[in-house]
């Protein structure tokens, strides 16, 4: 490599070489974006201004899915694979893709300009097909547009939002962020200077009395982890916003910070003097760019109007927020994995205890929590705990929102009090099924959730009673198949999806998914063969009691609902 490149990526560091280590996810991406790919040159150039061992900057490289050290093309094309986009026809895009650079998917095209690659999960389920094209995305991509794909010529999809009730989605639905003056004269910060008029206690005495439980799967109460970082040993203390949404067919974080990105910033805020905070992070999945900008926009904006930084409205409150950008890793959605990446690590799950209230970020006191919970703290503190448990049911409180994709009329995102149906969401909100077509099954709660079934339309969509049903709300998706679906092809995708995604750090996730993804690659290409339901079942069951995160114990969720439901499915033939 050329003195002179070198030159330049140590002068592009440079701001960056004060933060060591914890800059190296960002000085990674810098340096990509700078040559194409990470050599080894690069790396050491890195390495050096950062003082950390190449080793380590190769671990982390190699970690993530999104650096490379081997030249790519100027572009990648990135092609999703998760079901809802296989069902609208993703691979004969891929085809037609390929068709058109004269290439195969993973090589670079003989001018140099692209390399084609299928992607586990774009969070644009809503728009599938879905590709992303450098930083260009495209929804309902056609082949026939590969020319327009390639050009990256068109218009960023716009997701379709609606439902029951407009409070969280509010300033959603108009395809463009909401300016920090637009935010303001909708009564924007209002919670944040109410919050500020109050002791921290009572700030977390009114989010413990709303019951807000976390909107990304875990549902544990918001109030109590608050609580705990606020009362445990140790400064600083730190705010963090979980962006890793990464799972097929959840994509509502992504429109809540693309279109509204000052109330998760308000929210961050509010913990922050709820707790004693000082910093906060946002760490946004690599493949939502657009996403990423938007909020580090808003971060900049609130700063500049005194919402963020020293003595927040004169209140004495010193708060600031660091954007990260992720490399597409699903597991850095764990969150201690996502701390590690943070601090410059690969994104490997911490072993629990000790917890992140405790021994989080940097080893200290830490508040994590992802965007939709965060946009339901200012709520809180403008209603009153009492107004806010008033929306949804007396043990689910709150509104939800809910992603809907796959095999419906209109796929987007649906905001709803806890308590309607699962009918009253795929047919009076989205639509129903397209003409001629019956419903075979809903897979709730995303990749790593159960299948619902005709039966099932009727259960009512909270907490209680989807568990009471032995379906899981997870983060609120629900992917849906009609009578035309292969669902031993859904199911070796899901098991692709998490083969590929898994880290690797523990063996039963490490092996297990591996192992499940061929047994159902098998079954999908030649049928069941003698023995594969019990390998199927002791693979899962195995991944369940052993895993170290909720990854591997995760993994087989859909397919042992599948298993119960569907044991046809799974008999070898005689």
Same mark, same amino acid.
């Given at each position: 490599?050329?003195?002179?490149?070198?030159?330049?990526?140590?002068?592009?560091?440079?701001?960056?070489?004060?933060?060591?280590?914890?800059?190296?996810?960002?000085?990674?991406?810098?340096?990509?974006?700078?040559?194409?790919?990470?050599?080894?040159?690069?790396?050491?150039?890195?390495?050096?201004?950062?003082?950390?061992?190449?080793?380590?900057?190769?671990?982390?490289?190699?970690?993530?899915?999104?650096?490379?050290?081997?030249?790519?093309?100027?572009?990648?094309?990135?092609? =999703?694979?998760?079901? #809802?986009?296989? &069902? +609208? /026809?993703?691979? *004969?895009?891929?085809? %037609?893709?390929? !068709?058109?650079?004269?290439?195969?998917?993973?090589?670079?095209?003989?001018?140099?300009?692209?390399?084609?690659?299928?992607?586990?999960?774009?969070?644009? =389920?809503?728009?599938? #097909?879905?590709? &992303? +094209? /450098?930083?260009? *995305?495209?929804?309902? %991509?056609?082949? !026939?547009?590969?020319?327009?794909?390639?050009?990256?010529?068109?218009?960023?999809?716009?997701?379709?939002?609606?439902?029951?009730?407009?409070?969280?989605?509010?300033?959603?639905?108009?395809?463009?962020?909401?300016?920090?003056?637009?935010?303001?004269?909708?009564?924007?910060?209002?919670?944040?200077?109410?919050?500020?008029?109050?002791?921290?206690?009572?700030?977390?005495?009114?989010?413990?009395?709303?019951?807000?439980?976390?909107?990304?799967?875990a549902a544990f109460p918001t109030g109590i982890k608050w609580e705990g970082a606020a009362k445990a040993a140790g400064q600083p203390?730190?705010?963090?916003?979980?962006?890793?949404?990464?799972?097929?067919?959840?994509?509502?974080?992504?429109?809540?910070?693309?279109?509204?990105?000052?109330?998760?910033?308000?929210?961050?805020?509010?913990?922050?003097?709820?707790?004693?905070?000082?910093?906060?992070?946002?760490?946004?999945?690599?493949?939502?760019?657009?996403?990423?900008?938007?909020?580090?926009?808003?971060?900049?904006?609130?700063?500049?109007?005194?919402?963020?930084?020293?003595?927040?409205?004169?209140?004495?409150?010193?708060?600031?927020?660091?954007?990260?950008?992720?490399?597409?890793?699903?597991?850095?959605?764990?969150?201690?994995?996502?701390?590690?990446?943070?601090?410059?690590?690969?994104?490997?799950?911490?072993?629990?205890?000790?917890?992140?209230?405790?021994?989080?970020?940097?080893?200290?006191?830490?508040?994590?929590?992802?965007?939709?919970?965060?946009?339901?703290?200012?709520?809180?503190?403008?209603?009153?705990?009492?107004?806010?448990?008033?929306?949804?049911?007396?043990?689910?409180?709150?509104?939800?929102?809910?992603?809907?994709?796959?095999?419906?009329?209109?796929?987007?995102?649906?905001?709803?009090?806890?308590?309607?149906?699962?009918?009253?969401?795929?047919?009076?909100?989205?639509?129903?099924?397209?003409?001629?077509?019956?419903?075979?099954?809903?897979?709730?709660?995303?990749?790593?959730?159960?299948?619902?079934?005709?039966?099932?339309?009727?259960?009512?969509?909270?907490?209680?009673?989807?568990?009471?049903?032995?379906?899981?709300?997870?983060?609120?998706?629900?992917?849906?198949?009609?009578?035309?679906?292969?669902?031993?092809?859904?199911?070796?995708?899901?098991?692709?999806?998490?083969?590929?995604?898994?880290?690797?750090?523990?063996?039963?996730?490490?092996?297990?998914?591996?192992?499940?993804?061929?047994?159902?690659?098998?079954?999908?290409?030649?049928?069941?063969?003698?023995?594969?339901?019990?390998?199927?079942?002791?693979?899962?069951?195995?991944?369940?009691?052993?895993?170290?995160?909720?990854?591997?114990?995760?993994?087989?969720?859909?397919?042992?609902?599948?298993?119960?439901?569907?044991?046809?499915?799974?008999?070898?033939?005689?």
């Amino acid at each position: 490599m050329p003195d002179s490149d070198l030159i330049r990526l140590r002068s592009s560091l440079t701001e960056l070489a004060p933060r060591g280590r914890t800059a190296l996810l960002p000085a990674l991406h810098l340096a990509q974006q700078l040559h194409g790919c990470i050599p080894q040159a690069v790396a050491a150039e890195v390495g050096a201004v950062l003082g950390v061992p190449l080793a380590d900057v190769y671990g982390v490289i190699d970690f993530y899915e999104m650096f490379s050290r081997e030249p790519k093309g100027r572009t990648v094309a990135r092609v =999703c694979g998760a079901p #809802p986009c296989a &069902l +609208a /026809g993703a691979d *004969a895009v891929v085809d %037609a893709l390929c !068709r058109h650079l004269k290439s195969e998917p993973g090589t670079v095209s003989s001018d140099g300009a692209f390399t084609i690659e299928h992607a586990p999960c774009l969070g644009l =389920c809503d728009h599938a #097909p879905a590709v &992303l +094209a /450098g930083e260009a *995305a495209f929804g309902r %991509a056609d082949p !026939r547009q590969s020319a327009a794909i390639c050009a990256r010529d068109g218009n960023r999809p716009i997701s379709h939002v609606g439902g029951d009730i407009c409070i969280l989605t509010a300033h959603c639905g108009k395809g463009q962020p909401t300016s920090l003056g637009d935010y303001r004269s909708g009564g924007g910060y209002a919670a944040l200077q109410k919050a500020l008029s109050m002791a921290p206690q009572d700030v977390l005495a009114d989010v413990k009395a709303s019951g807000l439980v976390g909107r990304g799967g875990a549902a544990f109460p918001t109030g109590i982890k608050w609580e705990g970082a606020a009362k445990a040993a140790g400064q600083p203390k730190y705010i963090v916003c979980n962006a890793d949404e990464s799972e097929p067919g959840t994509f509502k974080d992504r429109i809540l910070m693309e279109e509204d990105p000052h109330r998760t910033v308000e929210g961050m805020i509010i913990a922050a003097h709820a707790v004693g905070a000082r910093q906060g992070y946002i760490y946004v999945r690599g493949e939502y760019p657009y996403a990423f900008k938007v909020m580090g926009d808003a971060v900049a904006e609130a700063r500049q109007a005194g919402f963020l930084g020293e003595n927040i409205f004169a209140s004495g409150l010193n708060f600031d927020i660091e954007m990260r950008l992720g490399a597409g890793a699903y597991i850095c959605g764990e969150e201690t994995a996502l701390l590690e990446s943070i601090e410059g690590k690969r994104g490997f799950p911490r072993i629990k205890p000790p917890f992140p209230t405790t021994h989080g970020l940097f080893g200290k006191p830490t508040v994590i929590n992802n965007v939709e919970t965060f946009c339901n703290v200012p709520l809180i503190l403008e209603r009153g705990a009492a107004a806010y448990r008033k929306i949804g049911t007396e043990r689910s409180p709150g509104p939800k929102l809910f992603c809907v994709s796959g095999q419906i009329q209109r796929p987007g995102l649906y905001e709803v009090p806890f308590g309607v149906t699962l009918r009253h969401l795929l047919y009076d909100l989205a639509g129903g099924l397209k003409p001629g077509r019956k419903l075979q099954a809903v897979l709730m709660g995303g990749a790593a959730g159960a299948f619902a079934l005709q039966k099932d339309l009727d259960v009512v969509l909270s907490f209680e009673n989807l568990s009471a049903a032995g379906l899981p709300l997870g983060s609120g998706a629900a992917m849906v198949f009609d009578d035309s679906a292969d669902m031993r092809d859904v199911l070796k995708r899901l098991a692709h999806f998490f083969a590929d995604e898994s880290c690797g750090k523990c063996y039963p996730c490490q092996l297990g998914t591996q192992r499940q993804y061929e047994i159902l690659s098998r079954t999908a290409a030649d049928g069941p063969g003698s023995g594969d339901r019990e390998r199927l079942s002791d693979v899962g069951s195995t991944m369940i009691d052993a895993s170290l995160c909720g990854l591997g114990q995760t993994a087989a969720t859909a397919v042992l609902s599948a298993m119960k439901l569907w044991p046809e499915m799974f008999d070898a033939k005689k």
